[in-house]
């Protein structure tokens, strides 16, 4: 699956960048990234020509944590290929209102041509969980409160020891800002997403499954493994 979906993304880099002098790229930062972000680096992209975005990030880990979203693409990605730029949300920011700003006016001057994404348990997309989720947000950039099921996925993936440790809020890119990319790569593997991958493709599009909206975007493809597509299959 990580290499299916490797394949794609870099190709349509290529040819993103025979029409244009750079392509602007949001990457999502969890274990089910693993195999496509290996495969990636693999492939053959012209990285000083892509620019780098994440799309969420917790509030208040130490800057060096492990868990953090930025540091994990870091060190599995932005610092293992030669980036034109990589811009990272800061969770530790003194001013959260201003550090969304922020980093919606990067997105407004670089606006999206992919977005690499995967989707929650409880069918979030970046940290737009079913409480917080807005189809129609004024934000592209925001801070929520996770929910339950969101962070109890974080100590089922082995990113923290117990629930705990997980911290409560994060800054997301809301769902306008990523569905505003014009081409959407989304990679869900394991059988802890079967669930969420049948509700996004047969349960009504709703924030009460925020996957769903990935339907309504004509240029958005689903990578599954034989886990993932358990419930779809049956």
Known sequence: MGAEAAAAVSGRIGRLLATQDTVNMIFAAAPSQNEFLAALLQSPVDWSRVRGFHMDEYIGLRPDAKQGFGNFLRERLFDKAPFLSVDYIDGNAADLGGECVRYSR?????????????????????????????????????????????RRQQV???????????????????????????????????????????????????????????????????????????????
């Open 106 to 150: 990067l997105l407004q001057r670089y606006p999206a041509d992919i977005v690499c994404m995967g989707i929650g348990e409880n069918g979030h997309i970046a940290f737009n969980d079913p409480p917080v989720a807005d189809f129609t947000d004024p934000f592209l950039v925001k801070v929520v409160e996770l929910d339950g099921p969101c």
């Open 156 to 234: 089922n993936d082995g990113c923290f020891a117990s629930l705990q440790e997980v911290p409560t809020h994060a800054i997301t890119l809301t769902v306008p800002a990523l569905m505003a990319g014009r081409y959407v790569y989304c990679m869900v593997p394991g059988r802890l997403k079967a669930e969420a991958v049948y509700n996004t493709v047969k349960q009504p599009i709703a924030e009460a499954y925020p996957s769903t909206i990935l339907r309504q975007h004509a240029e958005a493809e689903l990578f599954l493994d034989e886990d993932s597509a358990e419930k779809i299959e049956e």
